[in-house]
């Protein structure tokens, strides 16, 4: 959906994607009935997408305070999913 649409400003994202939260710069977007926490970084004037972060909400706020690293699977699955080296990641 995001591929398809041009965004101009954080509220017209709200108003396609019900389930997100500002929280300062970040963009994060519930999964799975918040289950799941995608973070981002926007920058809508170039309408580029960054992954800060993806995991359970136990798991990212570990891997935002540096208390954890991502492991191996989540990486190569980062990678994957993202049609991109693994190694972005890291």
């Known amino acids: ?12 994202l709200k108003r396609a994607f019900n389930t997100i939260d500002k929280v300062g710069e970040l ?8 289950k799941y926490w995608l973070i981002t970084y926007i920058r809508f004037e170039k309408q580029i997408v960054y ?3 993806i995991g359970s ?8 305070a540096d ?5 191996f699977s989540q990486v190569r ?9 693994p190694a972005i990641f890291l």
């Open 67 to 71: 208390k954890q690293n991502l492991n």
């Open 27 to 34: 963009t994060v977007f519930d999964i799975g009935g918040n």
């Open 77 to 85: 699955a980062l990678g994957k999913r993202f049609g991109s080296s």
């Open 51 to 53: 992954l800060r972060e």
């Open 1 to 12: 959906m995001i591929e398809k649409n041009r965004f101009g400003a954080w509220a017209e």
């Open 57 to 64: 909400q136990g798991v990212v706020p570990e891997i935002l």
